[in-house]
């Protein structure tokens, strides 16, 4: 019903589908470009129209009292900052734990411009020994879907070429918006190339 729902209304709102991977079953989810409150509407929508679960990062006080059932029920995945295992930890443990979870992080972290992406949905896809899954919706073709998925390995930017050859030419709903495809990491690892450069 869900795959049959979610096609008909993207084809309803204009949109096609375009599929490249098969989506494990378990597996960290990039959503990108991340730049409207609009994304994860769209999100929703393919990702019924592939079958994909989606899960979701949430405070574990909102999963407190009658709310509990309700963040559950919608795909939320209840993580405390406070535990020393570290919310690496706790959401490797949540994605080892069950048997299909497609964990989604907006890898910017923000819908505003960004200098860098987050690193946490490579760390726990590292961590819990799952893929990374690239996800993605193009305004101005108006196209979305799923493209490469891989397993990162122990070359992080071989593992990032990937993602910036694939979102390379993606058009989020406010372009301007969507900063370099680049891990904090990766600009850090760059500063002393770039200060021998500028001497």
């Not at 979102?167 to 989020?172: I, L, N, T």
């Not at 495809?181 to 760059?190: D, G, N």
């Amino acid at each position: 019903m869900r795959r049959w729902l979610g096609a008909a209304t993207l084809r309803l709102l204009g949109w096609t589908s375009e599929e490249g991977d098969p989506v494990p079953n378990r597996c960290v989810i990039v959503a990108a470009p991340h730049t409207s409150n609009w994304d994860f509407f769209y999100l929703i929508l393919f990702a019924w129209r592939f079958g994909v679960q989606l899960f979701f990062v949430g405070k574990h006080t909102l999963f407190k009292g009658p709310m509990g059932p309700v963040m559950r029920a919608f795909g939320g995945v209840p993580v405390n900052r406070s535990r020393r295992d570290g919310l690496v930890g706790q959401l490797a443990n949540a994605l080892n734990e069950s048997p299909r979870m497609g964990l989604v992080f907006p890898a910017e972290g923000s819908r505003g411009w960004r200098p860098h992406w987050k690193s946490g949905f490579y760390r726990v896809a590292q961590v819990a020994g799952v893929p990374i899954s690239l996800s993605f919706l193009d305004y101005e073709a108006k196209t979305g879907g799923f493209g490469p998925c891989f397993v990162p390995g122990t070359d992080m930017k071989a593992d990032m070429d990937i993602a910036r050859s694939f979102y390379v030419d993606k058009r989020g709903r406010h372009p301007q918006l969507f900063g370099p495809v680049q891990l904090e990491e990766e600009a850090v690892a760059l500063e002393p190339w770039r200060s021998a450069v500028a001497d």
